[in-house]
């Protein structure tokens, strides 16, 4: 695996981007993290193009859903796949038409290393496919 793969989290809970960021990083991808949606409109636009995007809905400042809006207007990144990490499915009914997937939380090992395999592989722009 190319351990270059941008791979961006985006989780007000640290405990949870922690976790996940370290099982990302175990599976050889590079991962970018960010707090809530406003932190990750920052950041998204200094960092190469994600592979996938793996957000919560729930988070101050700025809420997954606001994030979601903003990234889908934006032209050069409305492609990048999303997939919603959440405890509660009903969080995601409201934009599950903008998403590319949903992973429930408690998330397992294997879940969040198949979403990046499979984002990560399908996208041609990803440098993991180059």
């Known amino acids: 695996m190319n351990a270059k793969v941008p791979i961006m989290v985006v ?3 640290i405990d949870i981007l922690e976790t996940v960021r370290d099982i990302l990083v175990g599976g050889g991808y590079s991962v970018v993290t960010a707090g809530n949606g406003k932190e990750a409109l920052d950041l998204i636009h200094e960092i190469d193009r994600p592979c996938v995007i793996l957000l919560d809905l729930m988070m101050p400042v700025m809420s997954g859903g606001e994030f979601l809006s903003v990234l889908r207007q934006t032209r050069v990144l409305a492609t990048v796949p999303v997939v919603i990490i959440s405890a509660w499915a009903s969080e995601a009914g409201n934009v599950l038409d903008q998403v590319q997937g949903f992973v429930k ?17 399908e996208n041609p722009e990803c440098r993991a496919c180059s």
């Open 11 to 13: 989780d007000d809970d």
């Open 105 to 121: 939380k408690p998330m397992s090992l294997k879940s969040l290393l198949d979403v990046a395999n499979r984002y990560c592989a």
